[in-house]
């Protein structure tokens, strides 16, 4: 429920109560029929003539309150002020298998067992204020701060900047800088009964910083380009050191954001971007694996007719390092290409869509960092997808 009302002129008050529930069923085949796996002593090898196999059971309630006051002041100062309210619950967790989650011994039924988690509850409660300040009629100025307070790992507090300054008639100059949070889950925080990984109610949130700075310029009526640097640091990281989740490491990302748009947003156009990215585990004093240099997008957007629109795009990736001493090779860079056919009335309110994804049928995977899936995690090749739809006004 959501109440959206401008109480004077200058004064607009937005707040929204929200519940959700989500109920978690997952059901997991660790083993096949008739498996035979290789245990240390006193296991040895077992068999598992049913399959090894386990059922998560948990329910999930999200309840939250938010207002947001935004006021406008000698018409060069906009005020806004916040509040938010969450309240974040697990129950009814049950682990239901035919082995022993944590020494993976067959039991001979398929019955409850230890549960995954323990059943928690987590309450956030969050203060945001911010000023946009406008400097004559070419320069803003934004200044904001956010804190928040969780109930199992305390506070943190976070700043935000931005100074946007148009200094010819379509060129912008912009330089922004942000801090962010990363909270740590309840799978992070609680897990347990796990042989491969346990959580760790002690972990505090990871922290990422981010300063870039852009010029966007228009060369023509319909030929926008823009460049951007950009730095962001993380620390705090949440990763699994010898089984459980810790925050251990530093991480530096720098690089650098090209774009060029040639058309209307709206009809046709071309468009493409690149992104050079020089990443280091700082921690560790090298590069950072799993992580591509090169990044680039280009595609274009062609009107056929009144009622149908043609579109595709290239996406290429670059090759992607191992985390040395993994004996496995660098997974190699990948070019996709995607393409649509729409069809749609003149107010776009029926339409009827004809895709393909991954059209070349490209053979590419996304890196495992934990070194235990020889071929990665594959990614669709060729697929075909037809969809139809109706917009209500």
């Not at 003539?49 to 938010?66: C, K, Q, R, W, Y």
Request: hydrophobic share 35%; proline share 5%.
């Amino acid at each position: 429920m959501s109440y959206d009302e401008f109480l004077t002129r200058d004064i607009h008050l937005r707040s929204t109560l929200s519940y959700d529930r989500l109920r978690i069923n997952f059901i997991y085949e660790v083993y096949p029929e008739g498996a035979i796996r290789a245990f240390p002593a006193p296991l040895g090898n077992v068999s598992y003539p049913d399959g090894a196999v386990t059922n998560l059971i948990s329910n999930n309630t999200n309840t939250g309150f938010e207002s947001q006051l935004d006021v406008k002041r000698w018409d060069n100062h906009t005020l806004t002020f916040g509040f938010v309210w969450q309240e974040k619950e697990m129950s009814g967790v049950k682990s239901i298998s035919n082995y022993d989650p944590v020494t993976f011994a067959p039991i001979g039924e398929y019955r409850e067992v230890a549960p995954f988690s323990s059943e928690e509850k987590r309450t956030i409660m969050a203060l945001y204020a911010q000023e946009v300040l406008e400097i004559g009629d070419d320069i803003e100025a934004t200044l904001g701060v956010r804190y928040d307070h969780y109930s199992d790992f305390g506070k943190t507090i976070n700043p935000r900047a931005a100074f946007v300054w148009q200094f010819s008639p379509g060129t912008y100059y912009k330089l922004l800088y942000g801090r962010a949070f990363k909270a740590p889950n309840y799978q992070e925080l609680f897990i347990k009964n796990n042989p491969v990984v346990t959580g760790n109610a002690n972990l505090q949130p990871s922290i990422i910083s981010t300063l870039e700075t852009s010029i966007n310029h228009a060369f023509a009526q319909n030929i926008n380009g823009g460049i951007t640097l950009y730095r962001t640091e993380m620390k705090d990281i949440i990763d699994i050191i010898a089984g459980r989740y810790e925050n251990s490491g530093e991480q530096k990302l720098q690089g650098v954001e090209a774009e060029l748009q040639i058309g209307s947003k709206r009809s046709d156009n071309v468009y493409a971007n690149y992104t050079y990215t020089d990443a280091e585990d700082v921690t560790a004093d090298r590069a950072l694996p799993g992580t591509a240099k090169h990044h680039c997008n280009l595609g274009f957007n062609v009107k056929l007719s009144p009622y149908l629109h043609w579109n595709a795009n290239l996406r290429y990736t670059s090759q992607l390092k191992r985390t040395p001493g993994d004996a496995r090779s660098n997974i190699s860079s990948r070019k996709v290409v995607d393409m649509a056919f729409i069809l749609s009335d003149i107010k776009d309110e029926i339409y009827l869509k004809a895709s393909a994804r991954n059209l070349m049928d490209e053979q590419y995977e996304s890196p495992d960092p934990t070194g235990t899936l020889v071929n990665d995690y594959p990614h669709l090749g060729r697929s075909l997808f037809l969809e139809a739809g109706i917009r209500f006004q």
